[in-house]
C-alpha cells in the first residue's frame, strides 16, 4: 500500500497541527480539512483561527467547530478508550471551560460533519489513536474518521509521531499499523510560513522554539475497536517514531511569553531543550504482548 499525497484528504483537529505533525503533506495533498476554531474561554484564540484561516496560504476546509477544551482530562499515560474517543472527567490542570459531556457529544458531530466530505474519498490522513503527543481531541477525531472509513472504505494513514505522554497507548496499536510509508522530507519552508501566521495571529499553540525532524512517516492503519484484542507486531519489527518533548503546560493555557519562560526555565533545570521533535527513531516490539 502507497499514500499518494495527490489523492489524499489530510484532516487535522486543530490549526496549526497540519504544520507540526504532517507538514510534509500540507502542500501536496487534495484536500486539507481542519475541524476546530473556537476554544471556550479564549476568545483571542477563536479570533486568531479565524484570521489565519482566512489567510492561509492554499485551500482549507473548516468545520468551524468548537473544542470541548478536553487537553489533560484523560487518564495519561494509560487513559481508557472508548467507542468516542477517551474516557474524561475534570483533572487537575485541565483547561478552564472543559466540558466532558461536550467532549463525548462531539464525536457524533465529527462524524456527521464529515461525513459528506469525505464521501468519494480514496485516501484520508488524520491523527493517530494515540493522539501524537497525547491530545484528546486527535483521538476523537481519528474514532470518527474510523468510523466513516467503516462506512466509505478509504485508505486510512495517521502520522508516526509520540511522546512520552503517549507512548503507553501508542503500544497497544501496534499491531494495527501497516508497513509505513519511507522518511518523506518535513517542508520545513511551508512549515515556518503556517507558524509565523499563527503567530502573527496569536493562535499557534507550542512553543516557540519547536524544531522540525528532517523527516517523519505515516501509518497505514488496519481497522480496529476500542477493548477489542489487537494482534501484536511479529517479533523484531521495528517502527520509525519521531518523538516528541511536550511542553510543562498546553500554550494556550498561559500567555505566549509567559509559556516560552517557563519551558526554558524548566529545560535548563532538567538540562533538555523542551518543545522540539527529535528524528525519527525506530521502537523495536520485542513479542510482548501490549
Known sequence: MQLDPADAVLVMAHPDDEALWASSLVGRVGRLVLAYEALPGRPDITAGRQ?????FPRQVESLRLAESAAFGAAAWPDPVETPDGLAVEARPGTMAGFDPAAYRAGFATLVARLRPLLAGARTVVTHAPWGEYGHEDHVQLCRAVEALRAEAGFALW????ASARSFALMQRHLGRLGTPTPPMPTDRGLAATLAALYRETGCWTWVDDHAWPETEVFYPLL??????AVTPPAPGRSFPVTLVTLPATRP???PRGRLARLAAGLGRRIGRRIGSASAAHPVRHCGRGS
Open 51 to 55: 484570521a489565519a484561516l482566512a489567510r
Open 158 to 161: 495517521v502520522p508516526g509521531h
Open 223 to 228: 481497522p480496529g475497536q476500542p477493548g477489542q
Open 252 to 254: 494556550p493555557a498561559l
